[in-house]
């Protein structure tokens, strides 16, 4: 139980254009979804947290505008990197943690490369 | 200030032998420690857990401890195999919260035949 998963693994995208990851709760309801990013070499950087039906919560130094979280559904969360540049290109985590426990549970993540 | 720091950043044992990677913090309350085993290019995976009451937890061949008092912790893996190789993250959570987690920075094991 408790599988998360995202879509695409990974992805290929040109400068300026947009890509959206999505993230899915394969067998539990996720109250809270969370979006990490991971550079080489480093551990993972929470970049917002969102719950189902409502605004996400960004972390301090993550942009808004560029970063469009949508959490529609208990089951799913998606991640839309807008105007895509080079230095956007990292390893994209998700996790969902479900209402009565802390649990996170991670994705598989999505590697974003932008040429 | 709300710290986990991992060491050592990497290892190289040989296969079949034992290593421990330690993980001391500094978060404050203290909820629960994980340790989780990422490889490369994949999501992190549970390995264990462990409340402020217990001192040691065992998943297999690995054994992770926990002393609440001096804020440390271990990860001992036993008869290491190459499937080992990963990076191991200790993540210390917030008693307020699923979404006050802090990650260390993880030690890189490489095991070599």
């Known amino acids: 139980g408790a599988v998360v998963s995202q879509h695409p693994s990974w992805v290929i995208c040109k400068s300026g254009t947009s890509v959206k990851i999505e993230c899915r709760s394969l067998d539990f309801q996720a109250t809270t979804m969370f979006w990490y990013r991971q550079f080489p070499k480093q551990s993972l950087m929470l970049m917002a947290t969102?719950?189902?039906?409502?605004?996400?919560?960004?972390e301090q130094g993550v942009e808004k505008d560029k970063f469009l979280i949508n959490h529609a559904s208990l089951t799913l969360s998606t991640l839309t990197v807008t105007s895509a540049h080079p230095e956007d290109s990292s390893f994209y985590i998700c996790?969902?943690?479900?209402?009565?426990?802390?649990?996170?549970?991670f994705g598989p993540g999505t590697r974003l490369t932008v040429t | 200030k709300n710290q986990v720091e991992q060491s050592p950043q990497s290892l190289i044992i040989l296969e079949g032998k034992n290593c421990t990677l330690q993980?001391?913090?500094?978060?404050?309350?203290?909820?629960?420690l994980r340790w989780y085993k990422q490889d490369t290019g994949r999501g992190p995976v549970s390995l264990t857990i462990m409340t402020f009451s217990e001192n040691t937890k065992s998943n297999g061949r690995y054994t992770a401890t926990l002393d609440a008092d001096t804020k440390q912790s271990s990860l001992h893996i036993t008869a290491s195999q190459l499937s080992d190789s990963a990076s191991y993250i200790c993540v210390v959570t917030l008693q307020t919260g699923a979404n006050n987690l802090f990650f260390g920075t993880g030690t890189r094991l490489t095991v070599i035949p």
């Open positions: 996790s969902a943690a479900t209402g009565g426990t802390y649990e996170q549970y």
């Open positions: 969102s719950n189902e039906g409502s605004k996400a919560t960004y």
């Open positions: 993980c001391n913090y500094t978060v404050s309350p203290f909820s629960n």
